[in-house]
């Protein structure tokens, strides 16, 4: 490992030498969220979406919450990539670029932890 | 920043669909990324009590608010299509022109059944309950 800062990451030119891990994991994401999302799409098209007791039952039962639970975790990770990728081909570098990137990554930060917190406290109230 | 010399952009191509259909992969997932700040809003009221969430459903499900979703269910069934598609690109499968423009026919029409489908699903829940 060198100390030296190459000239090209000083300018904010040339690589940051992770895109590979960046794309690998959007695929990765991709082909887990494929069956979840036709899991997810269909489970809750047949709910009776206004009972509440109902709903809360279905989303604690047996694999619910861990599903829905890694189903909310990969899109937000997902969506963190695909928007991260959107803003830096559209938007200049020097502008509202790096706002929207932070604002992208904590807001999907945010929507994981809420998704995995709600889907928990939902499962765990019976079992309290 | 604009001295220095620039690839040719989008600008200098003839237009072909299947353009079209690289640019909508695009907005359908910003699409669902909005449809997924609705589904942890959903969740996060369902763990909050009946109560939450019957405030909440006033929202979700009424009218204006199913046609947000019947949108949000058509740019799933296109991102997943033609998500499919970019995962053949990425195994090497279905570069050819010929075969890249058929199977952006395939991915449209795939979508539309499979979205009609779903929406249908959503209103006639909408009706059977109200």
């Known amino acids: ?128 | 920043m604009a001295e220095r010399p620039l690839s040719p952009h989008v600008t200098v191509y003839k237009w072909a669909y299947t353009m079209t259909l690289s640019i909508l992969h695009r907005i359908s997932g910003i699409a669902l990324f909005a449809a997924l700040v609705v589904m942890v809003i959903w969740l996060m009221a369902a763990a909050g009590g009946a109560h939450t969430y019957a405030a909440a459903m006033d929202v979700l499900a009424s009218l204006p608010f199913k046609c947000l979703i019947a949108i949000a269910l058509l740019a799933l069934c296109y991102h997943f299509c033609n998500g499919l598609r970019h995962l053949a690109w990425d195994l090497g499968f279905g570069f050819e022109r010929m075969q890249a423009r058929r199977s952006a026919v395939l991915v449209v029409v795939v979508t539309l059944l499979a979205a009609v489908a779903l929406i249908y699903a959503l209103f006639r829940v909408a009706v059977g309950r109200a």
């Open chain 1, 1 to 128: 490992m060198s100390l030296r800062a190459p000239l090209r990451q000083v300018l904010s030119h040339g690589s940051a030498r992770d895109g590979v891990s960046h794309w690998w994991v959007q695929r990765v994401t991709a082909v887990a969220l494929a069956p979840l999302s036709v899991w997810l799409v269909l489970a809750m098209l047949g709910l009776p979406a206004a009972d509440h007791a109902a709903v809360s039952a279905w989303i604690a039962s047996g694999l619910h919450p861990v599903l829905l639970a890694l189903t909310v975790a990969l899109a937000a990770w997902h969506g963190w990539l695909g928007l991260s990728i959107v803003i830096e081909d559209y938007l200049p570098q020097n502008g509202p670029r790096i706002v929207l990137l932070l604002l992208s990554t904590f807001l999907n930060a945010l929507l994981a932890a809420s998704g995995i917190y709600a889907v928990l406290r939902i499962a765990l109230r019976g079992a309290s």
